[in-house]
């Protein structure tokens, strides 16, 4: 009967990875449908309009604009595939990549953002990777949903850990319920990861003082050693 356990955890593995890039499958057809097609179907109208001025002058601004719109729209797409596979992370380190979407987070917050990032050492691309999208998670999440005064991130090498530390004066609330509710996948999207290489994160606080989150993930020859 092992051979047939064996066997029932491997289907259940499948189908929850199945289920998890259906899911992302969703949520990035609902975000090129909501927000890309729609700006293309608007700006293809502006463009039948011109089609029918007669004035030249009229027909020039209006080209001026509808170029302008057409740039704005290629740079959300360039943005929202940054999002989906940053591309610097590999040549210029996690540091430089953390830095630069701290840029874009201060120009569209209303918040003060504080950042401590260390140049930690890490050869493991995914965790890498795992790491820049939880920090990208939690900042995004401060910019929809806190609405704090303040945002604290901290990036750090502690002896076999490497960890991350987030706070702000928020709305607070019960982090279940933020990872539970509908919108929330980009939080769902980095628990997992973290716990697979053995990470931890836990929550302090009361829910009316913001949100304060720390998060250790142990080091990929510490994992391989455990």
């Not at 606080?205 to 510490?222: A, F, H, R, T, V």
Request: glycine residues 6%; contains cysteine; proline residues 2%.
């Amino acid at each position: 009967f092992e051979g047939v356990k064996d066997e029932n955890s491997n289907q259940w593995l499948n189908k929850l990875g199945w289920q998890l890039i259906e899911k992302e499958k969703r949520h990035i057809s609902q975000e090129i449908h909501n927000h890309f097609l729609q700006e293309i179907l608007y700006i293809a109208r502006k463009v039948d309009l011109v089609t029918y001025e007669e004035n030249q002058d009229k027909i020039f601004d209006s080209l001026k604009c509808i170029r302008l719109e057409l740039l704005d729209t290629a740079e959300v797409v360039r943005e929202y595939c940054e999002y989906l596979c940053p591309p610097l992370l590999e040549t210029i380190g996690i540091k430089k990549s953390i830095k630069k979407f701290e840029e874009k987070i201060r120009v569209r917050a209303d918040f003060t953002l504080n950042t401590v990032i260390e140049d930690i050492y890490c050869k493991d691309l995914e965790l890498n990777l795992i790491i820049f999208r939880t920090i990208q998670e939690l900042l995004n999440n401060a910019l929809k949903h806190s609405h704090a005064e303040y945002v604290n991130l901290e990036l750090k090498e502690v002896d076999k850990y490497y960890v991350i530390n987030y706070s702000d004066n928020g709305m607070g609330g019960d982090f279940n319920e933020m990872i539970n509710k509908e919108g929330s996948f980009g939080f769902k999207s980095i628990i997992n990861p973290i716990k697979s290489y053995n990470g931890v994160l836990k929550i302090g606080g009361e829910s009316s003082e913001g949100l304060n989150i720390q998060i250790y993930i142990p080091k990929k020859e510490e994992v391989e050693d455990g």
